[in-house]
C-alpha cells in the first residue's frame, strides 16, 4: 500500500464518525472475457477502468484473463464487462495444484489455460471419483467370513 493509500484509510477511519454506509472492501475480482484484438481489449479496458473504485485493470489477452482492482463489487464488474458486448465470467479456474482429483470430469477443461483447471466443488469432484480397489486385499481379508474359499 502506498503513501496515497495510507492516507486514504486514516482519512476513512478518521472521517467516518458519524457515517452509517457500508464502505466496499479492497478486492481483486477476475473475469475470463472473450477478447481477439486489440480494439477489443481496450474496449473492455476503458469500460472497467471507468468504474468508481477500479484501481488497476489488468489484461491477459492470451489466457482471456481480466483482473480488475480496488473497492468494488463482483457482480458489478461482471455486468460492466459484459455491457462491451464480449462475452464474460467469473474466472471459472483454478491452478492445478490446488485441485485434488484434476482430471475429475468436472474439473478438466480444454480450454483452460496452462497450469489451470475449472473450479469445482470438493464434494462433487470426490462423488464422481471412483476409488480403485484392489479386489485380493478382501479375497483374503479376516473380516471377509468366505476369505479363504477360493478354489
Known amino acids: ?15 467516518s464518525g458519524g457515517h452509517k454506509h ?3 472492501q479492497l478486492q481483486t475480482v477476475e473475469l475470463k472475457v472473450r477478447m481477439d484484438c486489440d480494439g477489443c481489449e481496450l474496449k ?3 469500460a472497467l477502468s471507468s ?3 477500479v484501481k488497476k485493470v489488468e489484461i491477459n489477452r492470451k489466457q482471456q484473463r481480466v483482473t480488475v482492482s ?3 463489487d463482483s457482480n458489478k464488474v461482471l455486468k460492466k464487462a459484459k455491457s462491451t458486448g464480449k462475452r464474460a465470467e467469473i474466472w471459472p479456474y483454478v491452478p492445478y495444484s490446488l485441485v485434488a482429483q484434476p482430471f475429475a470430469t468436472q474439473a478438466y477443461d480444454k480450454k483452460a489455460p ?3 483447471v475449472r473450479k469445482v466443488e470438493n464434494t462433487a469432484a470426490i462423488g464422481t471419483v471412483t476409488r ?3 479386489p485380493y486385499t478382501s479375497m483374503f481379508s479376516d473380516d471377509n467370513p468366505n ?3 477360493i478354489m
Request: with cysteine.
Open 147 to 149: 476369505a479363504c474359499s
Open 44 to 46: 473492455v479496458k476503458n
Open 70 to 72: 480496488g473497492y468494488v
Open 1 to 15: 500500500m502506498g503513501v496515497s493509500g495510507t492516507l486514504e484509510f486514516l482519512s476513512d477511519l478518521v472521517g
Open 132 to 134: 480403485y480397489e484392489d
Open 114 to 116: 496452462p497450469g489451470y
Open 51 to 53: 468504474m468508481s473504485g
Open 22 to 24: 457500508k464502505k466496499k
